[in-house]
């Protein structure tokens, strides 16, 4: 038994790497744009009118023109833009 733990303590050493220093992961979303407003900053209703409409998207911020709020899709979706008003209604999309 104790001959077993030796080779295990062997092989372990004899394979064992040093780890590399970690990098870190860009995913693309967030609010990297110091123009756009990020979508925490954004209205609650604005927030839930387009979780509504594109359930399964994260957006990279919005723009506010006039009382309508412009939000950014992430790069590689369908669409570009949505526009919503203040109040949470759903006005276009692009």
Same mark, same amino acid.
């Given at each position: ?8 303590? /062997?092989?372990?050493? /004899?394979?064992?790497? /040093? &780890?590399?220093?970690?990098? %870190? ?12 407003? &990020?979508?925490? !900053?954004? @209205?609650?209703? $604005? $927030? %839930? ?5 594109? @359930?399964?998207?994260?957006? %990279?911020? !919005? ?6 709020? $412009?939000?950014?899709? @992430?790069?590689?979706?369908?669409? %570009? ?5 203040? !109040?949470? !209604? ?5």
């Amino acid at each position: 038994m104790i001959f077993i733990g030796l080779i295990n303590l /062997a092989l372990g050493l /004899a394979s064992y790497k /040093a &780890p590399t220093e970690p990098t %870190r992961i860009d995913v693309g979303v967030g609010a990297t744009d110091p123009d756009l407003i &990020p979508p925490g !900053a954004l @209205p609650v209703n $604005v $927030v %839930r009118a387009f979780v509504t409409k594109y @359930p399964h998207t994260i957006s %990279r911020g !919005a723009t506010k023109s006039g009382d309508n709020f $412009v939000i950014v899709f @992430p790069t590689g979706s369908p669409h %570009r833009h949505a526009t919503f008003t203040s !109040a949470g !209604a759903f006005v276009g999309e692009d």
